[in-house]
């Protein structure tokens, strides 16, 4: 069934839903196991396999470079079709995707070419940027040494989400002197150790916990020239929590409905003989797909703004390309109140739909809020209105990175 098909507006291309279709399959498989996986803290590692086997973490590179060309908008409704299956997916491979980005947009030819490479051959990335303890805002107590001519690793992470499951971690770090590195780690490099400790109530199976490295030798080639990241990423990471969300919504969505269909046991102060019949109920279910809808319609149109960002950096204009970035970042950061109020909010009302027996554990519905409230819980959406109506009233624009090298 399309997307237009099942009520949630047409995709963002007219080739969407043939490049859809490649991955429904799988997509479907994913959902059919999510339950049971959170209910059992059973990692998703089959499942991110399936993704890759299918090229789904090549959707960026062009056909020949052993991808399918997805534009970012296409990109993204993908996400909300993936999140639809399991939230935790999407959040394992966000540091892949932003690395993509890092390499399409790489002004070093040879970095650029060495990761499109390993990126079509299927190889991913997960996330080592974000560190707990007494470092500052734009430093790294983790530090890339020198010894003999070698490049020594040293430090700890947090919030290494995806690096269970990939082959890389992408590092952020200090040099000697102070100076940003990033870099490119095989996880299965001697010293490297990855930890399952993430505890959070929600989005439990992205192994987002810690990484640490003691005395990691890398290969000079794995340093990226540059440290800077694409000139959209903070828009990006951010949007792909909203696509996440959106995703979220549209499960809950789903669910409540079969659910209200199937439900035979009626409220002895209801309106009607069966729950399915009665309006109240209906209602409570149109509210939280209405929301749903309107999320993922939000999410869309913020990725085109990402898009014009990515076009006007490979046309080479630099000051058209910064101020397309800076509006990527304004309209993601407008949409992240909207799309978060929309999601809580569905994923709390379906109960009302319900009763005791939305809380069944066999059920799962419970994750829906969990996993929305924690991915809510990502760069605090307090900040945002306040970012944004700083541009609208004095232009000053929102802040591009917080760290060299951060998501």
């Not at 997307?3 to 479907?28: H, I, K, M, N, T």
């Not at 079969?258 to 279910?285: F, T």
């Not at 939000?298 to 204009?317: F, P």
């Not at 519905?365 to 109506?389: E, K």
Request: with cysteine.
């Amino acid at each position: 069934m399309s997307q237009a098909e099942a009520g949630w507006g047409a995709g963002p291309s007219a080739r969407y839903e043939a490049l859809a279709d490649r991955f429904r399959p799988v997509f479907a498989e994913i959902r059919a196991t999510a339950v049971e996986r959170d209910r059992t803290r059973r990692l998703p590692h089959a499942e991110i396999g399936w993704l890759r086997e299918a090229n789904f973490t090549t959707l960026r590179l062009a056909l020949e470079e052993g991808g399918h060309g997805a534009s970012l908008p296409e990109l993204f409704a993908l996400l909300i079709e993936l999140s639809q299956a399991d939230s935790n997916v999407t959040n394992a491979l966000r540091a892949h995707f932003g690395f993509t980005e890092d390499a399409l947009c790489s002004a070093s030819a040879a970095w650029r070419t060495a990761w499109i490479a390993r990126i079509g051959a299927g190889e991913t990335i997960g996330s080592g940027v974000s560190e707990t303890g007494p470092a500052k805002v734009g430093a790294f107590d983790t530090v890339v040494r020198r010894r003999d001519g070698t490049a020594v690793i040293d430090g700890r992470k947090f919030y290494t989400t995806g690096s269970l499951f990939a082959d890389y971690i992408h590092l952020s770090a200090e040099d000697e002197a102070g100076g940003a590195v990033t870099a490119a780690v095989p996880v299965r490099a001697p010293g490297v150790t990855i930890v399952d400790d993430w505890d959070g109530f929600g989005q439990a199976l992205t192994a987002s916990g810690t990484a640490t490295f003691a005395d990691v030798a890398l290969d000079p080639a794995l340093i990226k020239p540059d440290p800077a990241r694409f000139p959209y990423a903070m828009a990006f990471f951010q949007l792909v929590h909203l696509a996440t969300l959106a995703g979220i919504g549209r499960a809950a969505a789903e669910d409540v409905a079969r659910l209200v269909a199937e439900r035979s046991r009626v409220y002895s102060h209801g309106n009607a003989g069966r729950a399915a019949d009665d309006p109240q109920i209906q209602a409570v279910v149109g509210r939280v797909r209405g929301n749903a809808y309107a999320a993922g319609a939000v999410v869309l149109k913020a990725a085109e703004s990402l898009q014009r960002a990515y076009d006007a950096h490979r046309a080479g204009d630099g000051a058209a390309a910064d101020r397309a970035a800076t509006l990527a970042d304004v309209e993601v950061n407008q949409a992240v109140s909207v799309v978060t109020d929309l999601v809580l909010q569905a994923t709390t009302s379906l109960f009302d739909a319900l009763g005791a027996s939305a809380v069944k554990a066999g059920l799962g519905l419970d994750r829906y809020w969990r996993n929305a409230r924690t991915i809510a819980s990502h760069n605090p959406r307090i900040y945002r209105d306040r970012i944004v109506g700083a541009f609208a009233v004095t232009g000053a624009p929102p802040p591009r990175q917080y760290r060299v090298g951060s998501a």
